[in-house]
């Protein structure tokens, strides 16, 4: 019984840390004020330094999102706005809004991405 009631206890802590690995939405909230000048206005677009169509980011993968703004953390990604964005974020900061915007309804009427 004991045995039991620890591996029960192991294996909750175990889903805790995946959920949190995976990004806390309600963490995310505050982080998000920030991409929504951008990326929540349909058919948006940038115009520094040259002109970019902004894609909407509701629906897309957690794991995309998130490797974006590593890239963009890394300069594999030249936009000069999301480099010092990402730059501000931590690892954990970038899971919790790739969790956000991945549990949002995705706008296909405009996003480009679609």
């Known amino acids: 019984m004991k045995k ?3 591996m029960v206890v192991l ?3 175990a889903t805790a840390a995946q959920a ?3 990004g806390n939405v309600d963490a ?6 920030m991409c929504i000048g951008c990326h929540g206005i349909p058919g948006y677009r940038a115009s520094f330094p040259e002109v970019y169509q902004v894609p909407m980011l509701g629906g897309q993968s957690a794991k995309y999102i998130e490797n ?3 890239s963009y953390q890394k300069g594999d990604r030249k936009h000069p706005t ?9 690892d ?3 899971a919790a809004v790739a969790a956000y915007y991945s549990q949002q309804k995705r706008d296909t009427q405009n996003n480009p991405l679609k």
């Open 82 to 90: 999301m480099r010092g964005i990402a730059d501000s974020l931590s």
């Open 11 to 13: 294996g909750a802590a």
């Open 92 to 94: 954990k900061d970038i």
């Open 20 to 22: 949190q690995d995976k």
């Open 28 to 33: 995310a909230k505050d982080k998000v004020a």
């Open 68 to 70: 974006a703004l590593k």
């Open 4 to 6: 039991l009631l620890t």
